[in-house]
């Protein structure tokens, strides 16, 4: 006895239940094509991001002060790869190659996070980027365990765990370069002030603002907003300023009632310049990552003759 197809209202239907009843959505369940473009698009874009901000830490290996901060580097840096991969995995899981993901990464069709486009001028930087950068990812990234699509949610508790080491490691620099002398306590004010608003920029622009966060929240692929997971990294992370005698650069922070912060204007021209391809450093960033990815071709092509890979 032939049975009949579902009809596509059902289709949905079914789908939102799941989504209600705080189901995983699994590769194989049938989802809208919104939903599915959608983590196409974020998914791809957080693995671009991961594999890009391997760019100016990995400046800094040869330059480590001490053999002991050279391994820390390296151990934090090979994870970000690790995370790449991991999320590439998730998103090649709607249907999309990897090969095409890069591709348009290196048409422009696809962005990855702003923050990456700022130099890390010395070894400062290092700390202040595990410290706010990666201290910002986990904000975001905690709460994108409970998001609703399978495979990116248990992608991120696998990389959770390797990102609270990354934000330590980074505040144990800043730590040690306020012990320091004069000068490296300058150093590491004149890091904090290059990275904070790039770090509160990771977030996306305000709520209000945000052309995603609807369908985001809608589909609970996001679970708080922007602005929710910006305030929480702000309020967690300003306490660890003062602590090590750092001062956050924001004359128009102001402490409310209830103790929580409430953060300056953002410069959203700068990060909308810099989304655009007009910060300091995208060019660089998008040429390494085309050159890498062209030198690494013989990989890829061998394990393709060997069937560990597929074209
Ligand atoms: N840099 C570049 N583009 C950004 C951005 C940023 N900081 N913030 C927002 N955008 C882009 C969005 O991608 C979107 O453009 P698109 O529609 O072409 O993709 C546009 O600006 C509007 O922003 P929305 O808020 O509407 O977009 P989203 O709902 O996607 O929110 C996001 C942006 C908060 C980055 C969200 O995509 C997200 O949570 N992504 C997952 C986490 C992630 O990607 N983090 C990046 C850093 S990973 C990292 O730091 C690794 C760590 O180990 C160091």
Redesign the pocket.
């Known amino acids: 006895m032939s049975t009949i197809a579902p009809s596509k209202e059902q289709l949905l239907a079914e789908f939102e239940s799941k989504i209600a009843a705080e189901m995983k959505i699994e590769p194989r369940d049938w989802m809208p094509d919104e939903y599915r473009q959608h983590l196409v698009?974020?998914i791809s874009?957080?693995a671009h991001?991961?594999v890009i901000?391997m760019q100016p830490e990995g400046n800094w290996i040869t330059r480590a002060p001490s053999l002991r901060s050279k391994k820390i580097l390296l151990a934090k840096i090979q994870d970000?790869g690790g995370?790449g991969l991991y999320l590439y995995s998730a998103a090649e899981t709607l249907g999309i190659s990897r090969e095409q993901f890069i591709q348009w990464l290196h048409v422009g069709k696809a962005?990855?996070?702003?923050?990456f486009n700022y130099p890390a001028l010395n070894w400062a930087d290092i700390g202040a980027i595990g410290w706010l950068?990666?201290g910002a990812?986990i904000t975001?990234?905690v709460s994108?365990q409970r998001t609703s699509y399978g495979p990116y949610s248990r992608a991120m508790v696998k990389i959770c765990k390797e990102?609270s080491f990354?934000q330590r490691q980074g505040y144990e620099i800043m730590w040690k370069m306020m012990e320091g002398t004069k000068d490296q306590q300058q150093m590491a004010q004149d890091a904090l002030n290059r990275w904070w608003w790039p770090a509160l920029?990771?977030?996306?622009?305000h709520d209000n603002e945000?052309?995603?966060?609807s369908n985001?929240m809608k589909w609970k692929i996001?679970r708080e907003s922007?602005d929710q997971l910006r305030e929480k990294f702000i309020n967690k992370t300003i306490p660890q300023a003062e602590l090590i005698g750092l001062k956050v650069p924001d004359a128009n922070l102001q402490l409310l009632d209830d103790e929580t912060y409430k953060h300056g204007d953002i410069d959203w021209n700068e990060f909308w310049e810099v989304?655009k391809g007009n910060g300091p450093c995208n060019q660089q960033r998008l040429e390494h990552h085309k050159r890498a990815h062209d030198n690494g071709a013989w990989v890829r092509e061998t394990a393709y003759v060997a069937g560990l890979n597929q074209k």
Not at 201 to 205: I, R
Not at 210 to 213: D, E, V
């Open positions: 698009r974020q874009q957080h991001s991961e901000g970000e995370h962005k990855y996070s702003s923050v950068v990666d990812a975001n990234q994108l990102e990354h920029m990771m977030f996306g622009p945000s052309a995603n966060t985001a996001k922007n989304v």
